[in-house]
Every structure is written in structure tokens, then in C-alpha cells.
């Protein structure tokens, strides 16, 4: 089935940073999606990918779908303290019947202030 | 985007026993998702709820566990049966929003089975 693989798994930065994280599978998807969780909280979405090469940005963040379709990278820029959380990826499938959305293990990210 | 309110949002249940998640949507959606993620995990996929029929199930979750019900397009629940120590989980009702590609969740409903 399909599975997505996220790194890095964790990572301490400095405060004012730069952060990349990416996403990468052995299938294809047709969209991608980039979510942060909070403790105790659901899963917010933070950019939403359609188009094989589509660069997008929301604020400080800064995401793409991957030429190949099988990958995506998440960028936050000048880190801040309220970025720690789990950030996932997502991709969503439909082929064979099915129509789904599939995530990534996650990213844990700290910021050191 | 969608307001996706659970209940409960967290319960202790005894080994055994079976626990209801209810999922309420303000708006008519046609695609529900449910998800579980275990402790310190990423989200799983249990099951697509479909409106009027059957639920779809992904491998490793089956219906007499997992019971799900989609009267309408507001509306779902995921019943835990028989629950077990393995069970204790956060359980997520997701839908998609009137744009393909945007998925959005509830707040979670955190389990622990003693």
C-alpha cells in the first residue's frame, strides 16, 4: 500500500532559523498537504498542494509538490518559539476504486529560544 | 473549511467494553474519514464513512470492531467494541471540504482503556 516517509523524524533548532522537512513515497499522489498538530489537538492544515511543481506559500511557510509527484518539502522560515509541534504530511490517492488520504510519519520540532 | 465537533473528547473505558464517538459537521460533506493515532504515532486510517452505505475499511480494521454508521451528510460515528489496553488511542473523524484536497479534523477523541 502506500506509505509516506518523513524526515527528519525530530530536530532541535535555534530560534530565527530556517527549517526544511520533506516528504517522499513510492506512489504517486494528487495532492499534498502539510498539517502541524499541538498537543491534545487535531491535525491543522497549513498549505495545500494540487500540481506536480506548485511552489506555495502561506506566511513564514513555504511548501512544493515535488515534479515526480512522489515528494513534497515543508520550509518555515525565521523559526519561532509557537512553531514546536508535529508537523505531517499527506497525500491524497484515488486509483482502484479507492480515494483516501495517507500521512507521513511526522516531523517533531523544537525551537530553542 | 469545515467545524468538525467530537464527543467525547476523552473517556476512560474499561477492558470490554465498547465506547460511540460521535461526529458532527456544520455543513453537508461527502467525504468522512475516521483515523486513529496511537501514542506518539502518526494518523491511521480506519475506514471511509459512506453516506447510505456501507463503510470502506483499510487492511487491518474490520467491521465488528470498528462499527461506523453515516445516517447523512452532517453526521457519523465509530463505535470501539470489545476495547482492550491496545485500543487506548485518539480517534479522529475528518472531512473533506467543498474543494477536493482539503482535509480537515475534529479536535479528537482521546481513549484510554484500563
Known amino acids: 500500500g502506500q506509505q509516506l516517509n518523513q524526515s527528519p523524524q525530530s530536530m532541535f533548532i535555534q530560534e530565527g532559523e530556517d527549517v526544511s522537512m520533506n516528504c517522499t513515497s513510492s506512489?504517486?499522489?494528487?495532492?499534498w498537504l502539510w498539517y502541524k498538530q499541538d498537543p491534545g489537538e487535531g491535525p491543522v492544515l497549513l498549505i495545500a498542494?494540487?500540481?506536480a511543481g506548485e511552489l506555495t506559500s502561506n506566511g513564514r511557510l513555504t511548501a512544493q509538490f515535488g515534479i515526480t509527484r512522489k515528494d513534497s518539502f515543508l520550509n518555515i522560515s525565521a523559526s519561532i518559539p509557537s512553531d514546536v509541534g508535529i508537523y505531517f504530511c499527506?497525500?491524497?490517492?484515488w486509483g482502484s476504486g479507492t480515494y483516501k488520504y495517507i500521512f507521513g510519519t511526522g516531523t517533531r520540532l523544537k525551537v530553542l529560544a | 473549511s469545515a467545524v468538525i465537533s467530537q464527543k467525547p473528547s476523552r473517556d476512560i473505558c474499561q477492558r470490554g467494553t465498547s465506547l460511540t464517538i460521535q461526529c458532527q459537521v456544520d455543513?453537508?460533506?461527502?467525504?468522512m474519514f475516521w483515523y486513529r493515532q496511537q501514542p506518539g504515532q502518526s494518523l491511521t486510517l480506519i475506514a471511509t464513512?459512506?453516506?447510505?452505505?456501507?463503510?470502506?475499511?483499510e487492511s487491518g480494521f474490520v467491521i465488528d470492531k470498528f462499527p461506523i454508521s453515516r445516517p447523512n451528510l452532517t453526521f457519523s460515528t465509530l463505535t470501539v467494541s470489545n476495547m482492550s489496553p491496545e485500543d487506548s488511542s485518539i480517534y479522529l473523524c475528518?472531512?473533506?471540504?467543498?474543494?477536493?484536497?482539503?482535509?480537515?479534523f475534529g479536535e479528537g477523541s482521546r481513549l484510554t482503556v484500563l
Open positions: 455543513s453537508q460533506v461527502t467525504m
Open positions: 464513512a459512506n453516506q447510505g452505505s456501507e463503510a470502506t475499511y
Open positions: 475528518s472531512v473533506e471540504a467543498q474543494q477536493a484536497g482539503e482535509l480537515f
Open positions: 499527506a497525500g491524497q490517492f
Open positions: 506512489s504517486i499522489f494528487n495532492t
Open positions: 498542494l494540487y500540481k
